[in-house]
């Protein structure tokens, strides 16, 4: 969980900074298909909170890296993620 979301970050930052062209050009990097680095790509926007959580140790149970790459949609308001993924309120 905690190596999905320091990719994300990483691979935000070379996107956002022109560092990296394309996630297809991430995805070629990394041996990996396009459509999960995109999937990973939202795992950039949790809120500090959540990450803090997460590297205590102290996340839901169920809350695993292939549950984050299948959400639907994460929501960018950090209270809504924290409601989502288990954590009531932080």
Known sequence: ???SIAKARCWFEELSTNATTSV???AAREKISASEVSRQLPLAFLSPQI???ILQGHQPIDLTTKR???LSKLP???AEQ???LGFGEL
């Open 1 to 3: 969980l905690v190596l």
């Open 24 to 26: 297809k050009a991430i």
């Open 51 to 53: 990450i803090t959580k």
């Open 68 to 70: 984050l790459q299948r």
């Open 76 to 78: 960018l308001d950090w």
């Open 82 to 84: 924290a409601k989502l």
